[in-house]
């Protein structure tokens, strides 16, 4: 069913899916890909999840999708994790769900996402990630940041908020190359809500966060990553890392993908990674 929530005074809007049969049953949160809305990658995994007996919320972070927030499409770190934080108040304000067994499952940039945000709440009783983008500065120290500090200096001074495409097969883009375009940029991919564009801003958001550490303030929360061997845009050694950090209990489950984006819809790879995470919470949530 679709819902709304308010974050921040910002209206979100999600999709709320009840398992069959008679509740209440745990609940889990959804956080995505950059730039991904919610029929996308995160309501495919949502609805895979609910079929196992979990109540699912994903939903449209501030400033995408059908959610509220300005700049649109633009990157506000800060701002979704609160709207994690209000997506877990709606989530154990419904009848439907067991308020004290919520989970926040995270895929791509979501991961490192889910993670920061479990580390924090103790509300939230697992963390999962998938395929996970675990940001940290500190891999980024040779970027050049000066580019998207003059465009937001231009906009300091009144000028327009400025955008580039989100993909693109060739030429500037936030997620450039064939294999980000292989998923958004055609009909796989395709989304109503969602629009090949992201502020130039967003870029020095993604530079700059560090949500690779909440590995280190999780504990003794469980921890499940899921990661493909072969990974050109989320690096198996970041996944290698934040497992290497977290303490016990933690599981990571390899997937023999050859690319980010199997993990997004293709199979056998999202089975396994359904399956994976289901074993996981049914042993801890």
Request: hydrophobic share 40%; aromatic share 10%.
């Amino acid at each position: 069913m679709r819902v709304e929530f308010v974050a921040d005074g910002l209206t979100l809007a999600g999709d709320l899916r009840v398992p069959d049969g008679v509740g209440p049953w745990p609940g889990l949160v959804f956080t995505g890909p950059f730039t991904g809305v919610r029929d996308q990658v995160t309501g495919l995994y949502a609805a895979r999840l609910a079929e196992r007996g979990y109540v699912t919320l994903a939903f449209d972070h501030r400033n995408w999708g059908e959610s509220g927030g300005e700049p649109r499409h633009h990157e506000d770190p800060q701002g979704k994790l609160h709207d994690l934080r209000a997506a877990v108040s709606f989530l154990r304000s419904r009848a439907e769900v067991d308020a004290g067994r919520i989970g926040a499952v995270g895929i791509c940039l979501g991961a490192g996402y889910a993670l920061r945000f479990a580390a924090f709440d103790p509300r939230v009783r697992v963390f999962a990630g998938i395929a996970g983008a675990y940001n940290n500065p500190y891999a980024m120290r040779a970027a050049d940041l000066t580019p998207y500090v003059e465009a937001l200096e231009r906009q300091d001074r009144g000028g327009p908020v400025e955008y580039l495409p989100a993909v693109a097969e060739q030429g500037e883009a936030a997620m450039p190359g064939d294999e980000p375009w292989a998923y958004y940029g055609t009909g796989r991919g395709a989304g109503a809500a969602w629009a090949n564009e992201v502020t130039r801003a967003s870029v020095l958001e993604l530079l700059t966060m560090d949500n690779m550490m909440g590995s280190d303030f999780l504990s003794p929360k469980p921890a499940l990553i899921v990661h493909g061997v072969v990974d050109r845009y989320c690096s198996p050694e970041g996944a290698e890392e934040v497992f290497r950090r977290l303490d016990r209990p933690k599981k990571i489950v390899w997937v023999d993908a050859k690319q980010h984006i199997d993990l997004y819809d293709r199979e056998p790879y999202v089975t396994q990674a359904v399956d994976a995470t289901a074993d996981f919470l049914a042993e801890h949530l």
